[in-house]
């Protein structure tokens, strides 16, 4: 739809000459487009991917302001190779912790 309304103004806009028909006009406008999508689509899951994890980190292993809060409800430990589900999470990190797992999942 939208290449079918650029053509018709690329077709007013330009002398019977100069336009292009609908097939060649439509491959000049998605070619480039197209590769357009494709680096945006990469360099979106790229920032996606690393950004966030490395700042999720860093809070991690900051070391400050890192106290145990209680939740009504217990849920599962997210410290890996852990299944314990108590109450208490890390408020700063948001993440449902053991009193054991607290200290280790905060250290590197
Ligand atoms: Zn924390
Ligand atoms: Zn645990």
């Not at 449902?96 to 250290?107: D, I, S, V």
Request: hydrophobic share 30%.
């Amino acid at each position: 739809m939208i290449v079918v309304n650029a053509w018709i103004i690329h077709k007013f806009l330009h002398t019977e000459k100069e336009q292009l028909d609908l097939v060649r006009f439509r491959r000049a406008v998605c070619v480039p487009y197209l590769k357009l999508g494709k680096a945006d689509i990469r360099i979106g899951r790229k920032s996606r991917d690393t950004i966030p994890s490395t700042r999720l980190d860093d809070v991690r292993y900051d070391g400050k302001d890192h106290v145990i809060a209680k939740r009504e409800n217990q849920r599962r430990c997210q410290k890996k190779s852990c299944s314990g589900k108590p109450r208490i999470y890390c408020k700063k990190c948001n993440i449902t912790l053991c009193l054991e797992c607290f200290a280790p999942y905060h250290k590197q």
